[in-house]
């Protein structure tokens, strides 16, 4: 995560992620080199458990 993401969305993230949130991504940086990563970018957007009627069905 970039530096602005730590503060808010990387806190939010640790303690959030014994719920298994649905995380929406918007321009992430994606590499397939010896499988897959998932990095932002500046302009990348993360929203954790968005208020999305199709996340409720991601839930677990």
């Known amino acids: 995560m970039w ?3 730590i503060y808010y969305e990387g806190v939010e993230l ?3 992620i014994h719920t298994h949130p649905p995380i929406l991504i918007l321009r992430p940086r994606i590499s397939t080199y010896h499988g897959i990563d998932i990095s932002t970018r500046p302009n990348s957007t993360i929203v ?3 208020p999305l ?3 409720a ?3 677990i």
């Open 3 to 5: 530096e602005p993401y």
């Open 48 to 50: 954790l458990d968005p």
């Open 14 to 16: 640790v303690n959030r």
């Open 57 to 59: 069905s991601l839930k």
């Open 53 to 55: 009627h199709q996340s």
